[in-house]
Nanobody
Framework: QVQLVESGGGLVQAGGSLRLSCAAS????????MGWFRQAPGKEREFVAG????????YYADSVKGRFTISRDNAKNTLYLQMNSLKPEDTAVYYC???????????????????WGQGTQVTVSS
């Protein structure tokens, strides 16, 4: 059974930091491109960051570039998102997603991903 379980969300003041984790099971984690997406109330789900199977290539949405860092530990089947200098507009439910791919580029559309977690809420107060 495939499972992606996010954790690490919460309430933080603007300028603060959070680290999200996504534990994967039932998948060959090392053969997956992984991504973080987010969805704010009344808005579409949007790409935040992605990382290729090897971890060598990463890609970020312009809105988070320089503030967020995506990483993975293939030995632990875990994906991370370090979020620094958080802003109120970062408030959303954050989802991790997995794509069966060993390509060297990261997909940025929701339809490219095969599996999704249940999401974790991140709230940034001003």
């Amino acid at each position: 059974q495939v499972q992606l379980v996010e954790s690490g969300g919460g309430l933080v003041q603007a300028g603060g930091s959070l680290r999200l984790s996504c534990a994967a099971s039932g998948l060959s984690f090392h053969a997956l491109t992984m991504g973080w997406f987010r969805q704010a109330p009344g808005k579409e789900r949007e790409f935040v960051a992605g990382i290729t199977w090897s971890g060598r290539n990463t890609y970020y949405a312009d809105s988070v570039k320089g503030r967020f860092t995506i990483s993975r530990d293939n030995a632990k089947n875990t994906l991370y998102l370090q979020m620094n200098s958080l802003k109120p507009e970062d408030t959303a439910v954050y989802y991790c997603a997995a794509e069966h791919s060993t390509a060297t580029i990261v997909a940025v559309t929701t339809k490219s991903y095969d599996y999704w977690g249940q999401g974790t809420q991140v709230t940034v107060s001003s």
